[in-house]
C-alpha cells in the first residue's frame, strides 16, 4: 500500500483497475441473465470483453487521469484532491449506471443500448410508469449497482492521492507520456479510424458481440454520430441501380376488385415461435385459423428488434439500419412516401390506432409526417377505466372500439392497428385469466394468448362490418419478443414473425413454404395486390417482382441476411473474409442497398 502512495502510475491504475474489476462483474451479470442469448461465451471473449473495458475506461475517464498526474503548486493540492473525487465519482457512477440498465433491459431487445435509446428511455413517459415494476423485478441488480459505486468510492478515498512535484521535469513527461498511451489506448490502436462497436464481431460472433461491449462504450459511440455514414461502394449510378433501386414501378395483379380498403393490425412481439397455424406451441389458435386462410408467409422475418423501428419499416418500408431509431433521427424530418401517403393521392383516408399514451414512441409525430389523416391513442379513447395501469388501454377493449372509429371513416379508407397488451410487465385482464395459454417458463406467452382472444373479439366484430368484405387485411408482428427458451435464441427464431395477407375472398394466392419475406416488402407488395399504378420509393421489394432481393436485418452494425433452408449470411464493409462465389451476389446486392440507404437519407432523396 504504501507504494500506491508514492508512485502516481500504480495509484492511477489501482483505481482504474477497480473500475476494469466492476465492468467484469456487470459483464457477467449480463451473461448469467441472459445465458440464453450466449450459449458459447467463453474465456475468450471475457478476454476481448476487457480489452473494450479498457478502452471504455480510457475514453471516459482521460479528464481524471490528466487530472491526476498534471504538475499542480503544492498550495492548490486540496483543491485538486476534491476535484478528482468528484470527477471519479461521477464517472464511475455514469459507467456502472449504465451497463446496470442494460443488464435489465438487453433482454427486450437483444443489443446494447445506444445514446438515442437512453435518451428516450430516461424521458418518456413510460419509463417513469414501470420504473416501480423495473425495481421490484431487478431488485437484486439495484443492490449490486449501490455495492459496487460504494466499494469503488470507498477503495478510492483509501489509496488517497499521490501529490505530483510541481518542479520535476519527470512529472511533466509522465503526464505527456501517459496522455499520449491513453489516447492510443481509447483508439483501440494506431490503425487510421479509432475502434467502434463494429470492430467487436471481427474477434467474436455476432451473437456475443453484445456481451463483449459494454454499454457505457456503445453509448460513447453513439453520442456524437451522424446514425450512418455515407457509403460508395459502386463507382457509377449505372451499376449501383443494377443490383438494386429504390426507385420501383407497381405491378397491378388484379387479382382483387380496386379501391379496397386496407386494415394492418401490428402485434406487439409475436415472434413466430409462439404464432402459426402449423406451430405446435402456438399460444393463438384464432389468429392462426385466420392466418391458414391468408396469404402468409412462414419464413417471414423482422427489420428490426423494437417497436419504435417497426412502424416505419413497415408503413414506409424504411428500415433503421444504422445506430439510431429511424424516428428518433434527423432523417426522420426528411420527404419520405408510405402507405397512407400514396393512397392519399388515390383519394384514401387514413388513420393510426394505437391505446398507448398519446406521444409514446413518438408513434403520433411520426402518423403525422407519414401522411395519416387522424391519429387515436388514449387520449382520443377517453376512458381511463380501461387503462392498464403501464402502457395504455387494455387491447380487447381498444380494438374493437377501432372499428367503431373506422365506420366513421370516407372510404376507401387505410387504418393501421397497433396492440399494446403483450408487453413487459406482461399483465392480463382479470377477466381472461382463467380463459389464457399460460407458460410458467415465459411469462410473455400468457400475454400474447391474452391478445388472441382480444383479437378474436375484433375480428368476429369486423365481420359484420358491411366494408368486411371490400378490405384487404394485413397482419404482422413489430419484432420478435423476449425469450427465456435456450432453444429459441438463434437468430432464426430472433428475426422470425409472422406477415400475411388476408382477404375474405381468399382469392389471394397460397404462398410455397419457406418463401422468405420482410417487412419492408409490406408496403410494394400491397400496392401490386390493390392494383395500384405508380412510381413509389422502398428498400422492400413486392413478392410479385421476379427480381428478388436479399432479406436483411441490421445488428452491431452488421447486416444479415437471412435464406430459408441455408445459413445466415453476415457482412460488413470492414470484413476481410473470402466468400464463396454463390455469396458474391448476394454481398453485391447488399452493398447496393444499402449505398441507397446510406446516401439517400443523408441527401434526403427518399422519393420517387
Known sequence: MSILKRNSILNLLSKLSLVLFFLELYRILLILTNSRSFPNFGIYEHIIGIWFDVITVALYFLPFIVFSLI??????????????????????????????????????????????????????????????????????????????????????????????????????????????????????????????????????????????????????????????????????????????????????????????????????????????????????????????????????????????DAVPTVVSSIPTWMTKSFILSSYSNNQFQSIPSILKEKGYSSAFFHGCTNGSMRFDAFAAAAGFDKYFGRTEYNNEKHFDGNWGIWDHQFMPWTLEQMDKMKKPFFGMIFTLSSHHPYLIHKDFKDKVKINPKDPICGTISYVDFAFKEFWEKAQ????????????????????????????DYSYHIPIAFYHASEKLPKIPANTPFQQIDILPTLMDIMNVKTKFYAFGTSYFNPKKQPKIVYSQENLICFRPGKATLTWNDKSHRKWKKEDKLVIQKMKAIYQHYTTDLIDNRMTP
Open 71 to 308: 504538475p499542480i503548486p503544492k498550495k492548490v493540492e486540496n483543491a485538486r484532491k476534491v476535484v478528482l473525487i468528484f470527477i471519479f465519482a461521477i464517472t464511475s457512477f455514469v459507467v456502472y449506471l449504465f451497463n446496470a440498465m442494460d443488464v435489465a433491459y438487453f433482454s427486450y431487445v437483444n443489443k446494447r443500448t445506444s445514446y438515442d435509446y437512453l435518451v428516450y428511455m430516461l424521458t418518456n413517459d413510460e419509463s417513469s410508469n414501470l420504473a416501480g415494476d423495473f425495481l421490484m423485478e431487478f431488485w437484486w441488480l439495484l443492490t449490486f449497482f449501490i455495492f459496487s459505486y460504494i466499494s469503488t468510492v470507498y477503495v478510492y478515498q483509501r489509496l488517497k492521492s499521490v501529490e505530483v512535484d510541481f518542479h520535476s521535469k519527470k512529472a511533466y513527461l509522465t503526464l505527456l507520456l501517459t496522455v499520449l498511451i491513453t489516447v492510443i489506448v481509447g483508439r483501440g490502436g494506431f490503425q487510421l479510424r479509432p475502434i467502434g462497436i463494429i470492430e467487436s464481431t471481427n474477434y467474436c460472433s455476432i451473437e456475443n458481440s453484445p456481451g463483449v461491449l459494454n454499454s457505457a462504450f456503445t453509448i460513447l459511440k453513439t453520442y456524437s454520430s451522424l446514425a450512418v455514414e455515407k457509403k460508395e461502394y459502386f463507382s457509377s449510378e449505372t451499376e449501383l441501380n443494377h443490383y438494386f433501386n429504390p426507385v420501383q414501378f407497381t405491378r397491378p395483379q388484379h387479382i382483387l376488385n380496386d379501391s379496397m380498403n386496407v386494415v394492418l393490425v401490428l402485434f406487439e412481439s409475436f415472434g413466430s415461435m409462439y404464432v402459426g397455424p402449423k406451430n405446435p406451441e402456438s399460444y393463438t389458435p384464432y389468429l392462426d385459423s385466420v392466418l391458414a386462410h391468408s396469404m402468409y408467409f412462414d419464413q417471414a422475418i423482422a427489420n428490426c428488434r423494437t417497436s419504435m
Open 464 to 491: 359484420t362490418k358491411p366494408w368486411f368484405k371490400n378490405t384487404i387485411f394485413i397482419f404482422s408482428a413489430d419484432h420478435v419478443g423476449p425469450t427465456k427458451r435456450a432453444d429459441r435464441i438463434s437468430l
